[in-house]
């Protein structure tokens, strides 16, 4: 479904993602993995369109992506939800995740699509059918990071970008979350590709990860291989590092 091959992604003279190359399969998780300032942001932002690759080669279901701008990648089928819970809080949670639609609300078939999506998404997150006339800024941090999930899934991808979603939130907050995430690749089949600090709960979860460092990939393989990868378990599995809903 999804093939990077050696992009190098610059922001003005600092080289960010250096000769960086992998792939995805249809309907897996893949998760990337590495400290802050490795470049996973920027990865998943050469492939959503905000910034464009210098070199290298991004295709989509065999077609090239990486000089699109970020609406046709949307169009394509790939959605990303941005670290941070960036909505749009003046307004309700209804009208949030309508704009999550907005390529494919014009024909009154498409609008009826929309609603049938929306049910989806309410059935995923029950607690945003509740919150629905109410206003995204009035939202708690696990809500909205559900909101902002729920927004991308609006648009019906293929492939789903995840940016650090258990950032800042409640143990069991991110245990339904992940559950989510794992129950969109099992039951909807949507391809997952998953930044996450939580190395050990990222890798519990997903098929295959990789690890980046100071913009190059240095490792890939199996989750479980690398759970069981002893550099792995020194830099990201220590003791100190339990899965946040265990603490």
């Known amino acids: 479904m999804l093939k990077i091959k050696n992009i190098n992604t610059y922001y003005g003279q600092v080289h960010a993602l250096k000769n960086v190359s992998l792939h995805m399969q249809e309907g897996e998780i893949v998760t990337l993995i590495g400290a802050n300032g490795a470049g996973k942001t920027t990865l998943l ?24 701008a970020a609406h046709r ?17 003046p307004l309700s949670v209804e009208d949030n995740l309508e704009l999550g639609a907005y390529l494919y609300h014009r024909t009154k078939a498409q609008k009826e699509q929309t609603k049938k999506t929306a049910e989806m998404v309410y059935s995923l997150f029950p607690i945003l059918r509740e919150r629905k006339k109410q206003l995204a800024g009035t ?3 696990g809500e909205l990071q559900m909101l902002s999930i729920g927004r991308a899934l609006m648009a019906r991808p293929k492939l789903l970008l995840l940016d650090e979603p258990s950032m800042g ?13 794992g129950n969109l690749s099992k039951e909807k089949n949507t391809t997952i590709l998953l930044v996450e600090q939580n190395a050990r709960a990222a890798l519990k979860l997903a098929d295959r990860g990789y690890v980046l ?5 240095i490792l890939e393989g199996t989750a479980s291989g690398l759970m069981e990868n002893k550099e792995v378990q020194r830099a990201y599995l220590g003791k ?5 809903w265990e603490r």
């Open 169 to 181: 939130l409640a143990p069991m907050v991110v245990k339904e979350i992940f559950e989510v995430i």
């Open 213 to 217: 460092e100071t913009g190059r990939l």
């Open 139 to 141: 939202l708690s941090g």
């Open 240 to 244: 100190d590092k339990k899965e946040i």
């Open 73 to 89: 990648i949307v169009k394509m089928g790939i959605s990303q939800v941005a670290e941070g819970r960036q909505v749009f809080k």
């Open 45 to 68: 932002n050469s492939l959503s369109g905000i910034v464009t690759p210098r070199s290298g080669e991004i295709l989509f279901q065999d077609v090239p992506i990486g000089n699109l």
